[in-house]
């Protein structure tokens, strides 16, 4: 996917006109990119953006070289597009749990054992079984449950556009990590992942490249190890620091040596251990 | 434990027939306490919190709060005004779109005048650092804003227990910022006691005691430096260590450090440094 200067504005509640998006040229192709922005600075609407669900005032989208506001370009985009909403699993409307991962599936024309054979992969990438939850219904799991129902449900169309609102907030660190490894798989399997975050350590676990909005525009792009393991460089753009990035700058602080840029606690263990002249 | 301003002893409670969502669970906190509550989804988190301002009431088991049984129906308003709760989205729990009506709609409720509802919520406003919004729609605001003004509307009212419940999870890091600054001055000024449900194990390693919920169970309860270095307790409960803590525990395994563990960026500097 290819965004040539994509402009986008949207009237508030008071009435003002706000510019959500001023200019914003992306070139995607492959791998994890992280999206990153203070609440406001046009992520979601980038993303809505991307999925053809919000067009644009001015600039374009293409798909393989196509425009995607019309004709094959257009059907390219929904055929390889997989949008998770934040909050998605206020979007449930079926039944049971099986019901609601096949029901795009079947609207696609696939047939009813391929769609759940689909679905049940997907589910398990999610760390859960369709044996223990497929007649149960999505209204009643729990919540971090039903985030990663709703999260299986876009993945078992294995989009090669799979782009994700926030599919981390208000996770325990247990669906956290299922749904970190998921995102690892998608891309791992050739899907381009655009990501919104705002947890540099999920996007640390993640992410191959980071982009920064703010105000609509794009204030950083970047490999994602570099960006998000300078802490200073995270606060001047309003963003906050992957923990180890923070623990990073402040034992050099303090005068503790600490070689590299490390992202992880192991990796900030190891890193401090060779400052000791350990290996 | 001397005063307790929360007492639970052997709360259990079933959604449905048959489940056990609670399992007997005991629990004291002290007044102006800030607790942690953490634990993963399901394990009770969320069940037990709304026990302690009756929106789910007593199935078995003995709960006080503030002084009120729980168990007396002639207690659930008192319980619901001693205990106020914030809840994890700021836009499923307004109930007018204007900030000034809104905060001031406990109070009213609570059989309050007009005229000292409106200043308690000019108050609460102030108190949460948002002083002069009560004409603005609360739609229009940050969410950072919007918790803020969840509070001011929980404050108001005056109550001697806060519960926040995955209060920060929704809102970005500097809306976080603003809501955890927001309370611990509520706390400091007001003297109220603090719950915080969470997932965000540096947040809990600021509390001054931390309980661990596992399958409707309390599975631990101590302070911050002693439950949230124990690694298999935690993953017990589908949960890990703070990052320093694990930090600490990596260089330990290395041969690089020795020594109790750090729960927080500034603990693992100093406990580096000395």
Known sequence: MTLEDICLCYEDAAGERVRALDGVSLELSGGVCGLMGQTGSGKTTLLEVMAGVSAPDAGRVLVDGLDAARGAGARAL????????????????????????????????????????????????????????????????????????????????????????????????????ACLAAVRSAAAEGATVVMASHDANALAEVADRVVCLEGGRVTLDGPARELLADADLMRAHGLEPACAARATAALRRAGVPVEGAPLTAEELARAIARGRGLT | MGEKIVEARGVCHAYVPGRQDLRGVSLDVAPGELVAIVGENGSGKTTLARHLNALITLQAGALSVAGLDAADPEALWGLRRACGMVFQNPENQFVSSVVGEDVAFGPLNFGMSEKDARAAAAAAL??????????????????????????????????????????????????????VRAVLRARAERGATVIWITHDMELAARADRVVVMRAGEVAAAGAPEDVLVDEALLASAGLEPPMPARVWAELVRLGAASGPASVTVEGLVSALCA
């Open chain 1, 78 to 177: 929904a055929a390889s597009v997989g949008l998770v909403f934040q909050l998605p699993e206020r979007q449930f409307f079926e039944p049971t749990v099986a019901e609601e991962l096949t029901f795009g599936l079947l609207a696609r024309g696939m047939g009813a054992e391929e769609a759940r054979e689909r679905a049940a992969r997907a589910l398990a990438l999610m760390g859960l079984s369709m044996d223990e939850l497929g007649r149960r219904s999505p209204f009643a799991l729990s919540g971090g449950q039903q985030r990663r129902v709703a999260i299986a449900s876009v993945l078992a169309a294995r989009p090669s556009l799979l782009l994700l609102d926030e599919p981390t907030a208000g996770l325990d660190p247990r669906a956290c990590d």
């Open chain 2, 126 to 179: 102030g108190a949460v650092g948002l002083p002069g919004f009560e004409r603005r729609d609360v739609h229009a605001l940050s969410g950072g804003q919007q918790q803020r003004v969840a509070l001011a509307g929980v404050l108001a009212s005056g109550p001697e227990v806060i519960v926040l419940d995955e209060a920060t999870s929704m809102i970005d890091p500097q809306g976080r910022d603003e809501l």
